[in-house]
């Protein structure tokens, strides 16, 4: 391993933090960043709550809560219970441990410290070494237009647990964000190997993240292979709502669609063995693909992606060499 | 007993608590309202803080912790704890079904409601019929000027307990608040039977009350019987650091003392059995002064002193209408 080689993963919460912290086991810390989805933020009473940079940083401190995916371990629920008693809604669940991760942010914001610094100093203190960088250090809220109206992301995801249609989905809110310096500094890193796109839900989760003013262009000048892992197993989501909205956006539910979604920025597809009956159709788009079993399970099988992931990114960067 | 007598007390945390849970059980509950300390108030992880209004409201509702006199009853400190791992704060303790009601005022105060209208939705939200009163709907904080410079209530009473010498107390802060316009109207209900203030510390809870402007001139205006029930008792205060800053601000310890300090507004000042040897003293200032038992370790207690205070009230009554 040359520690200067450098990895850019881009990542929503739950299915992208596994295998971050995949990579996280066979990288040094200061190989690997991963730019968090930020789309899913909100105001939770009063409190600024990031969802997917708080389950990344859970997930790669060990303190993550590793049945449920997001959340802390031996987590404890009174401060919802006394929610409950005062009538204050209860419908996006935060516990007590979780609290002071969210209160830390919240007052850090309200002193004008930056999402991106805030990020780093809890970071540093919860002991995680590699670099979590939010994709924006401005509010880029997804909004979901369904058959109930316009909803923010929570209300959709964890209100309502993704049962209206969705016919529409606007990233980025009113006013453009930027993406975040760190994400853009990342990017033109010499040492970059790859762009690493996690198997996250492609619409509420990277998409957000593409959608920022010139990041697609941003990633594409910077001339390194991007590597996408499909989230689709077989027509199946490996987590949520994937195939549910593919449908309800009229696409196939396979990981050829999933290579059209990405077809502007891809590189290589990293595909599961069981649909390599769909590796053709892909090669024939122009993207390369590799195929291996992308279930995570365990730890394991976390780090075994991780690895396949750097080896086919290899290939990759040997391929752009040679042509 | 007759339903529109009214009753209006000036109260602190722990030890006003107590006497107005107390004249909970001896009066029904819209005869009883209670002005709340607000000069303790402060900002804490960016939520406000009410402590005294807190400790009101946990005593009344039954909520609250009865070996501690603060904070709830079945409480759990996850949230702390994380607070430790994350390096926050942790002078000032913030129990995890304690967060909830310190959320729920933030984010009401952050919408524009006032700290009575808040107060009073929580009272409802609790059960708590008694009405609990804001002194003001403006900060008005108290600064303590100590040997170790100025500081905050809250740095004095809890990060310092109350260590640090006090020199000098100021009211208030930079802008005069008014008192909170339904403590104004409580004074000039004509069902309005005595003004009672608590056995609270007189410097900390009580003065940050009577220091609002126009608040003496409204209480002697009302003309109404002004009851005070002595903190201290044989030379000792009943709770918390009354007797300390006594000796500081170069005062004696002792009811007489007491009975000075409020010589301005009192009628009556109800001391303990113990210090009836001051009764004289206190009676030749003008103050009629009434001696039982004033120690308030029961529930029992509690309404003993309640209803020697509505007796003392109805004999000073009695001789303000002779005169």
Chains 1, 2 share one sequence.
Not at 49 to 56: A, G, H
Not at 97 to 104: F, G, K, N, P, T
Not at 119 to 125: H, I, P, V
Not at 248 to 268: C, K, P, R, T, W
């Amino acid at each position: 391993m040359i520690a200067k080689q450098k990895y850019l993963a881009l990542s929503g919460g739950i299915g992208g933090a596994k295998l971050v912290l995949g990579l996280s086991h066979v990288l040094a810390p200061e190989q690997l960043s991963v730019v968090a989805n930020t789309g899913d933020d909100f105001q939770h009473f009063g409190l600024t709550v990031c969802p997917d940079i708080d389950t990344l940083m859970y997930t790669l401190s060990g303190l993550g809560n590793k049945e449920l995916g997001w959340g802390r371990e031996d987590e404890s629920w009174n401060f919802m219970a006394a929610c409950t008693e005062l009538g204050m809604d209860t419908w996006f669940r935060l516990g007590d441990r979780d609290l002071a991760l969210h209160l830390y942010r919240t007052q850090r914001l309200a002193d004008g410290a930056k999402l991106t610094q805030i990020t780093a100093e809890l970071c540093e203190r919860l002991g995680i070494r590699v670099r979590v960088i939010p994709m924006s250090d401005m509010p880029a809220p997804t909004v979901v237009f369904t058959d109930r109206g316009e909803l923010s992301f929570q209300e959709y995801f964890v209100r309502y647990r993704c049962s209206p249609e969705i016919r529409e989905l606007e990233y980025g809110g009113m006013n453009a964000a930027a993406m975040s310096p760190l994400f853009e500094q990342s990017l033109h890193d010499p040492a970059l190997q790859a762009v690493i796109i996690c198997p996250s839900n492609p619409f509420l989760s990277i998409q957000p993240i593409l959608s920022l003013p010139v990041v697609k262009q941003t990633v594409r000048k910077a001339g390194k292979p991007v590597i996408v892992i499909s989230p689709v197993v077989a027509g199946e989501a490996l987590k949520g709502p994937t195939v549910k909205i593919m449908q309800q956006l009229h696409m196939n539910s396979d990981v050829q669609a999933i290579a059209e979604f990405y077809h502007d920025i891809a590189d290589g597809l990293i595909i599961d063995s069981k649909d390599s009956n769909h590796a053709e159709a892909i090669t024939a788009m122009g993207i390369r693909v590799h195929s291996c079993n992308i279930v995570m399970h365990t730890l394991e099988d976390r780090i075994d992606l991780a690895r396949e992931v750097l080896r086919f990114s290899e290939q990759l960067r040997t391929q752009h060499r040679q042509a």
